[in-house]
């Protein structure tokens, strides 16, 4: 079992920056390749990032590519999104995830969640 738990969200202007992050407990996080993804209100959750077990390959939505870059630090347990240039559309709740088997793009890859933390950008 891994627990995932997500910060770093809030509101922010649209051009600003924002870091958010995922402290993982329970298992070897370095066994996992990790990701993240984002809900809108009415729309399904979407894929933004994903890491490798040492962080050395990550993959993007085409959305944030760019703009975003996920990162992680295994000797802290932890997983980073730096979002900059943010825009009102990526106003959503964001969810870090651990994937046992590789760093998939698809929700349906990842075996644990966190509860995911809010990011609002404003016009």
């Known amino acids: 079992q891994v627990q995932l738990v997500e910060s770093g969200g809030g509101l922010v202007q649209a051009g600003a920056s924002l870091r958010l992050s995922c402290a993982a407990s329970?298992?070897?996080?370095?066994?996992?390749?990790m990701g993240w993804f984002r809900q809108a209100p009415g729309k399904e959750r979407e894929f933004v990032a994903a890491?490798?077990?040492?962080?050395?390959?990550?993959s993007y939505a085409d959305s944030v590519k760019g703009r975003f870059t996920i990162s992680r630090d295994n000797a802290k347990n932890t997983l980073y999104l730096q979002m900059n240039t943010v825009k009102p559309e990526d106003t959503a709740l964001y969810y870090c995830?651990?994937?046992?088997?590789?760093?998939?793009?698809?929700?349906?890859?990842?075996?644990?969640w966190g509860q995911g933390t809010q990011v609002t950008v404003s016009s």
């Open positions: 329970g298992r070897t996080f370095s066994n996992y390749g």
């Open positions: 995830a651990a994937d046992r088997t590789g760093w998939g793009r698809r929700r349906g890859d990842y075996d644990y």
């Open positions: 890491v490798s077990y040492s962080g050395g390959s990550t």
